[in-house]
């Protein structure tokens, strides 16, 4: 089980790092974009899609490591009166409910993957962007989440400390 627990962890890791070089691209080409346009007088034709491409790929694909890091808002007010054995209760409520909302937008996401697969659609844009390649993002973000969630609650049925939660 710790082994699942570590390879998950590693996946969210990797997926924070995409995510970093994702929104460093989408930070670059915006900038190439202003100096495109603004200095050098030039049409911009794919930076647009691109940047609001990117930062919803890093959205998707950054969450589990955002879990990972416990870095997502949250309320401890309800924990803070709770023992150790009650905050593990609750933790392991909380993440089967956000389970079974994960696995309806998992299930839901690769619909839409592959409905714009099978009937090829593209971005209304001279760039043509095949829309498959953007919601790839949304079942691999959510599919690793859920496996982060998983880890989450393994982690605290077999007391499993990790670095990132000390």
């Known amino acids: 089980m710790f082994a699942f627990?570590?390879?998950?962890?590693?996946?969210?890791?990797?997926?924070?790092?995409?995510?970093t070089i994702l929104i460093a691209s989408a930070v670059l080409v915006t900038t190439q974009m202003v100096l495109a346009r603004y200095f050098f007088k030039m049409n911009t034709v794919w930076q647009t899609e691109y940047v609001?491409?990117?930062?919803?790929?890093?959205?998707?694909?950054?969450?589990p490591?955002?879990?990972?890091k416990k870095g997502h808002v949250n309320v401890d007010l309800i924990p803070y009166?709770?023992?150790?054995?009650g905050k593990n209760i609750l933790a392991i409520i909380a993440a089967i409910l956000s389970l079974i909302f994960?696995?309806?937008?998992?299930?839901?996401s690769v619909?839409?993957?592959?409905?714009?697969?099978?009937?090829n659609i593209k971005t209304p844009t001279i760039w043509a962007l095949p829309m498959w390649k953007v919601y790839i993002f949304?079942?691999?973000?959510?599919?690793?989440?859920?496996?982060?969630y998983l880890a989450d609650i393994f982690s605290v049925i077999y007391k499993y400390e990790t670095p990132e939660k000390n």
């Open 138 to 148: 949304l079942p691999l973000g959510m599919g690793i989440l859920i496996l982060q």
């Open 81 to 85: 009166y709770l023992g150790k054995r």
């Open 111 to 119: 619909q839409l993957f592959n409905h714009s697969w099978v009937k």
């Open 102 to 108: 994960l696995v309806l937008l998992f299930y839901s």
């Open 65 to 68: 490591y955002v879990l990972l």
């Open 52 to 63: 609001i491409f990117s930062l919803a790929a890093a959205t998707f694909i950054g969450a």
């Open 5 to 19: 627990i570590k390879f998950v962890h590693l996946l969210s890791k990797i997926c924070g790092i995409i995510a």
